[in-house]
């Protein structure tokens, strides 16, 4: 039988039976052929990011909340904390008036930031966050990798800005990703304190006197934390106020995806000729010998990238 008969008889078929146009087993038919031209054609491909929905548990709408398991496989968060290891620096927090970024008390850890698209590691994972959070890759900030040990913490503090200089670029962070990258034997979990459904949140003692005044989610390597820092409605949403509990055992290690409104790229770079400093700290990062320790970032790469830290490296 040649395949205009097999197609006339499929056609004949269809016709005779209308329900089975309906059936599931036809819908599964089509639904199978439609995803073969998107989500599984893609996980064959080397462009595959790795985002799984069914891997998604949804926490809470006030905020916004949901929780993706192995978001990251364990090599990824090794990789992420090799990157970081040798590069940490204590953490700072934007000061509410001035928006400039100061040592605090109430973040304790120590932590650093990547370089976006840093290697294809750092790249599949930004896209798989922007596939995750339908966000743009490019409204996001480089990630943040953060290192508590014992007894460190962050405060409950909002994402979304106090000040208006830090929204100069980007705009209000909308939401924040925040990636797991290593087991904590006790402590570290990150707690909302304001969260709508605290007491629907049953806790035994494996968690820390810190989780108990809120509703928390233990730090498991490879999970990942997504929340709105914004309404659907652009305006800030005060039940994301959050924080990570002191370390009580172990270490804890993650990752920090802040995403704005709008695009974070810096804008152009000053041109070539001009001497001038790039980054506000250029003087005291000089003055503490990174024009030496540091000269791709601060003075220029050989192969004719500029340094953004020219003038206060005394190259003009
Ligand atoms: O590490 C955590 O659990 C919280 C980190 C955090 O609040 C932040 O980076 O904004």
Redesign the pocket.
């Given at each position: 039988m040649d395949f205009q008969h097999l197609l006339s008889l499929f056609i004949f078929f269809l016709l005779s039976f209308p329900n089975f146009s309906n059936s599931s087993v036809l819908a599964r038919f089509l639904n199978e052929k439609n995803m073969d031209n998107s989500y599984i054609r893609l996980k064959k491909s080397d462009l595959w990011t790795g985002f799984d929905p069914t891997r998604v548990i949804q926490l809470s709408w006030q905020p916004r909340a949901f929780l993706h398991k192995n978001f990251l496989s364990d090599e990824e968060c090794d990789h992420l904390i090799n990157l970081a290891k040798d590069k940490l620096e204590v953490s700072m927090v934007a000061d509410n008036d001035s928006g400039k970024s100061v040592k605090s008390e109430v973040r304790t850890s120590s932590g650093m930031f990547l370089d976006k698209k840093q290697d294809e590691v750092v790249e599949t994972i930004e896209a798989r966050i922007a596939a995750w959070t339908f966000l743009p890759h490019e409204n996001g900030e480089a990630m943040q990798i953060?290192h508590y040990e014992n007894g460190q913490k962050?405060e409950p503090h909002y994402?979304y800005f106090h000040d208006k200089k830090n929204q100069k670029l980007g705009g209000h962070r909308v939401a924040?990703v925040?990636m797991y990258l290593s087991d904590v034997g006790k402590g570290g979990e990150?707690v909302f304190p304001d969260f709508e459904g605290i007491e629907t949140q049953p806790k035994d003692d494996t968690w820390s006197e810190c989780a108990h005044k809120g509703y928390a989610v233990k730090p498991r390597k490879g999970d990942a934390l997504l929340f709105f820092s914004l309404h659907p409605n652009a305006t800030t949403d005060p039940s994301s106020l959050?924080?990570?509990c002191p370390v009580i055992e172990g270490e804890k290690w993650?990752a920090?995806k802040w995403i704005h409104v709008r695009n974070f790229e810096k804008p152009a770079r000053a041109e070539r000729g001009k001497c001038v400093d790039e980054n506000a700290n250029c003087p005291q990062w000089a003055a503490s010998g990174e024009c030496q320790k540091n000269p791709v970032y601060m003075v220029g790469g050989s192969k004719g990238a500029i340094g953004y830290c020219r003038k206060s490296c005394n190259l003009c």
């Open positions: 953060l962050y994402d924040t925040l990150t959050h924080g990570s993650s920090t």
